[in-house]
């Protein structure tokens, strides 16, 4: 296994996309002597490769970057997000090399079991992957321990204090971690996608559920008990609409897609998804326009809220792909900037990005990547104090 300092130089060249080695000691604070051995070793052991750096005319000789080799490592991811579940197998940059699906099923011990059944086929012809296989991740709706290895609760699955992933690693063999969807996404992002060179960040995921987590000085923030970022059931409403989790007038009764859908069906609007709401609005209906402005005032402020508590270098929006463009995400955008202090408005980057079929899967085995490249200290200190 890889040693604290190994760690840090696989994080860094990761988020640098490639440095030389006098980028990488000065990065780490060494000199390039104390580098030497450890990159020596990663070299040998195929985690990096050395290739040359195009410099200007009239540089001499190109320098030489490191670079990680995909093939040096490899993750599976499980997400329980859809069904079937599906599964992935990810190299050392995040590419995809394989998937599989399985059944759904509801008991853990049995989902365990089809889990471990179904790695043959996601693993057929993949030799060198199985040899440098190094943990699987599987990500969920609900919220996970600090050790990331109990589902507390999950309303979807009917989960409450489920020891999954011990029950994974005993089928399978294979080092197990779980985590939240958000968290796995904006770990995702971290790792291989948007905010690979950011130390602060929040993302914020909307779908059937709204989900949200953030890196605080490059660190995923858990929170002391693994519940930090449950944006989702923050009360935007007193005494609103009774919500899954037990209160009343959270974030997720206003502004989530099931509960868009719900108040189209409450208005008795013919729709069957968000896209045909977003039409009725476009052409004028009354009804359609309300319901896309409550939801999106409300999703706006909650973000506007997190803006002024963490104050982080980038906001993501996560959607599902059809909710990207149109009335909801026009009135998000607004309400953000009304609701945050004239201070800090139009200082905090907002990017969305739509999510697609392997958006989850791949979250997934990024937080088994996420623990490889950073070890136990990819856990804020607020969890591992906990422990």
């Known amino acids: 296994m890889l040693n ?11 988020s640098a996309a490639g440095l030389s080695r006098t980028e990488l000691a000065q990065f780490c604070r ?6 030497s051995s450890p990159v020596r070793e990663m070299l040998e052991a195929g985690y990096l490769f050395e290739a040359d750096s195009i410099n200007g005319p009239g540089q001499g000789r190109p320098s030489v970057k490191l670079m990680i080799r995909p093939q040096g490592a490899y993750f599976i991811g499980v997400s329980l997000l859809q069904e079937p579940a599906q599964m992935a197998l990810i190299n050392l940059k995040g590419e995809i090399i394989a998937r599989a699906c399985f ?6 011990t049995l989902l365990a079991e089809n889990i ?8 057929d012809g993949q030799a060198e992957a199985a040899e440098r296989l190094m943990g699987m991740g599987v990500t969920l709706s609900g919220f996970i321990d600090e050790t990331q290895s109990i589902c507390v609760q999950s309303a979807l699955l009917g989960w409450r204090n489920v020891a999954l992933a011990t029950l994974i690693t005993q089928a399978t063999g294979l080092e197990v971690f779980i985590e939240n969807d958000a ?3 904006a770990v995702s992002e971290k790792r291989f996608g948007q905010a690979r060179d950011l130390e602060t960040f929040t993302l914020v995921s909307h779908g059937a559920g709204i989900g949200s987590a953030h890196f605080i000085a490059g660190k995923l923030h858990r929170g002391l008990h693994g519940g930090a970022g449950e944006i989702a059931h923050c009360t935007m409403e007193l005494n609103g609409t009774p919500c899954r989790c037990g209160k009343r007038g959270c974030l997720d009764t206003i502004a989530s897609v099931n509960a868009i859908m719900e108040m189209a069906r409450e208005e008795n609007l013919t729709v069957a998804s968000l896209p045909e709401l977003e039409r009725l609005a476009a052409n ?5 326009i309300r319901i896309l402005h409550r939801a999106g005032s409300a999703l706006g402020l909650g973000i506007a809220h997190l803006i002024q508590i963490i104050d982080p270098s980038l906001i993501l929006i996560a959607w599902q792909e059809e909710t990207i463009d149109g009335l909801l995400g026009t009135v998000v955008q607004q309400s953000i900037e009304t609701n945050v202090l004239p201070g800090f ?12 079929q392997d958006t989850w899967v791949r979250a997934a085995a990024s937080i088994a990547a996420h623990r490889f490249l950073d070890g136990p200290e990819s856990i804020n200190d607020g969890a591992k104090s906990a422990r």
């Open 4 to 14: 604290s300092l190994q760690r840090q130089i696989l994080g860094a060249i990761n």
């Open 30 to 35: 060494m000199s390039k002597a104390a580098i």
């Open 103 to 108: 059944a759904l099923n509801r008991d853990p």
């Open 116 to 123: 471990a059944h179904a790695l043959p086929e996601l693993l």
């Open 183 to 185: 968290k796995a996404l």
């Open 284 to 288: 004028g209906q009354a009804a359609a």
């Open 345 to 356: 408005a139009g200082l905090t980057p907002v990017r969305t990005f739509a999510i697609n």
